[in-house]
């Protein structure tokens, strides 16, 4: 069953891609530009097995179209280039609201309270459910690729993460031999930024990724694709755990675009 998802999935990326996709793409999506024209080419396959394979629903009044169904496609594909992928094998569905929206919350308290409320979110991943997204954020998020903010990579990150079986902050990863060093440098840096937030110290990482573990990995995701310096510059041990998952440098891709 597998080969004849991958040779069906050969055959997808194969296929010319539709003008009216690109056009999108190179309007939307500003991190397109930055890519060399093999790992666009490579984008632009992975972008039609993603539209091939997952459904888009439209919530609160939002209307879904290309413009929305490609912007979304390759930022989530992004994330995917270079590596041996099965295409967020455990996601069917995306829904996209037309702005931020109000989702049911449950926080257990201490005394074995369990309060209920409304939240304002953004986006969401469920493991092995939806993702939820804002068509607002997704288009700033879009245009914007130097802010350290990028919902699609935020989201699509939990779904990384929940390929290994549970959000814990902690992907499969492509070699066994990798879980060990992944485990020390991600530890310390989670505490640091525990610490620094306790301690009222800045810093250059999102204080959301304090949350929890899952949340951490999506918000150095972030970090690691639209404030790449930094990043390597200060948690230079995160960034190569980080390159080494992606097989990407974005650091250096940063370079050359300046350069070109």
Request: charged share 25%.
């Amino acid at each position: 069953m597998f080969g004849l998802k991958q040779k069906k999935r050969r055959r997808i990326r194969s296929q010319p891609f539709p003008p009216t996709w690109l056009a999108i793409l190179e309007r939307n999506v500003a991190y397109y530009h930055r890519l060399s024209p093999a790992d666009q080419a490579e984008l632009r396959g992975h972008i039609q097995v993603f539209l091939a394979e997952k459904r888009f629903e439209g919530c609160g009044g939002q209307e879904i179209d290309d413009a929305v169904r490609v912007t979304v496609a390759a930022q989530a594909c992004i994330l995917l280039l270079h590596r041996e992928t099965d295409y967020y094998p455990m996601l069917q569905s995306i829904l996209v609201y037309p702005h931020s929206y109000f989702s049911k919350t449950t926080r257990r308290l201490p005394g074995g309270v369990v309060a209920e409320g409304v939240q304002g979110r953004l986006g969401e991943s469920w493991y092995r459910g939806p993702v939820v997204l804002s068509w607002d954020d997704i288009r700033r998020s879009a245009h914007d690729p130097d802010d350290g903010h990028n919902v699609v990579f935020h989201e699509f990150a939990h779904q990384l993460d929940s390929e290994s079986g549970a959000n814990e902050g902690t992907p499969r990863l492509p070699r066994r031999s990798m879980y060990i060093t992944w485990a020390r440098v991600m530890g310390a840096e989670y505490q640091h930024l525990i610490d620094a937030i306790v301690l009222h110290h800045q810093t250059d990482l999102d204080a959301y990724g304090a949350t929890h573990p899952a949340e951490f990995f999506a918000v150095i995701t972030e970090a690691f694709f639209e404030k790449p310096q930094q990043l390597k510059k200060h948690h230079p041990a995160l960034y190569e755990q980080l390159a080494l998952f992606y097989r990407q440098d974005p650091v250096e891709r940063f370079r050359v675009s300046e350069e070109t």
